[in-house]
């Protein structure tokens, strides 16, 4: 592609999408590159209740993003669906190599955010998709009347083990420590819905079966004990649910952007990296809070940093 763009947005998730709608406002020539669907992580939540002036019933991530995404659409930026593998982000022109294409732009705002931890126990990568999910919105309708465990104790854990009551016969959160890092709000909730359970101090070591998931051992971290848990015989086997936090998606800017040592890119506060031209936004970034709240801030001040860079105005 020989067009020189003023600013390409890596990911469209909440700060891609609002960088993307600040950068064509401003009347910029934008592409957002996305690999996947909109929305990343929150296009997979079912209930989103703590942006603020989003209180619409039947609200969920998909539809927010949707609308996310018509409103960049609205003001001019340009889209592609292609996957970056490779970035030349040094000279005045940034180059990003995908597998459909070559994309060139004066600016670039990486927003490519995170993605789950694994739980991080024995038969973890075996079980994938056979008993073991990390998308309750995904895969929740296939443990209909089924027993469901869900490992983590934040704010994804515990919502997603609520919204995996509408379909489970019982939920039970497996949790590390002995209290949820979970918002109040969420654990109120929680601690008062029939179908949910807790198990503390507790992580899984190890899981099994024969073809679907159907055996876990489980450790007490406080007093080293292992109890070992079956599928009930009818059932056959029961889900696995891990949210235990997120990885940065950074791998392929180790080398070229400041990180700390978990991944996460460095910026000052208004999202410049330690190249010129080079932004980084939303849960990619070093930051204290990961919400949908922050992420559209950050894609915000990313976008007006790029276009005052540009303006002789400023
Ligand atoms: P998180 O807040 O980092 O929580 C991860 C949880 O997993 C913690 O309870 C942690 O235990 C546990 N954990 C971490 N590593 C573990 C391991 N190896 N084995 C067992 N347990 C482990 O992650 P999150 O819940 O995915 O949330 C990520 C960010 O998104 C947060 O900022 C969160 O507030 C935000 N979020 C917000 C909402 C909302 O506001 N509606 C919804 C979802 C996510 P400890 O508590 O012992 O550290």
Request: proline share 2%.
């Amino acid at each position: 592609m020989d067009k020189i763009y003023d600013v390409i947005i890596l990911g469209a998730g909440p700060a891609g999408l609002a960088a993307g709608l600040y950068a064509g406002r401003s009347r910029l020539s934008v592409l957002i590159i996305e690999k996947g669907q909109d929305g990343g992580q929150i296009a997979v939540s079912e209930d989103i209740e703590n942006y603020p002036g989003q209180f619409v019933e039947g609200e969920t991530g998909a539809s927010l993003i949707a609308r996310m995404t018509e409103q960049a659409a609205k003001f001019g930026a340009e889209r592609v669906s292609d996957t970056i593998t490779e970035v030349s982000l040094d000279g005045e022109i940034k180059v990003l190599k995908g597998g459909k294409n070559e994309y060139r732009a004066k600016n670039v705002i990486i927003a490519t955010g995170a993605r789950p931890r694994p739980i991080d126990c024995k038969g973890e990568a075996e079980f994938a998709g056979r008993g073991v999910s990390y998308c309750a919105t995904c895969d929740g309708n296939f443990f209909q009347d089924l027993d469901v465990y869900v490992v983590g104790g934040g704010d994804s854990a515990v919502e997603e083990a609520l919204y995996l009551t509408k379909f489970a016969k019982k939920v039970t959160v497996i949790h590390r420590r002995n209290e949820l890092r979970a918002a109040k709000s969420i654990q109120e909730k929680a601690f008062q819905n029939p179908k949910m359970d807790f198990m503390w101090d507790t992580v899984v070591e190890e899981i099994g079966g024969a073809d679907l998931l159907s055996e876990m051992t489980v450790k007490n971290v406080k007093t080293g004990e292992l109890t070992k848990i079956t599928a009930n015989e009818a059932d056959g086997m029961f889900g696995l649910f891990g949210f235990v936090g997120t990885l940065p998606n950074s791998r392929m800017f180790e080398g070229i952007l400041d990180m700390d040592e978990r991944g996460y890119i460095k910026t000052d506060e208004d999202m410049h990296t330690n190249l010129p031209g080079v932004y980084a936004a939303g849960d990619i970034r070093v930051k204290s809070l990961r919400q949908v709240v922050t992420a559209v801030a950050d894609g915000a001040i990313a976008a007006v940093q790029v276009e005052r860079s540009m303006s002789d105005y400023y």
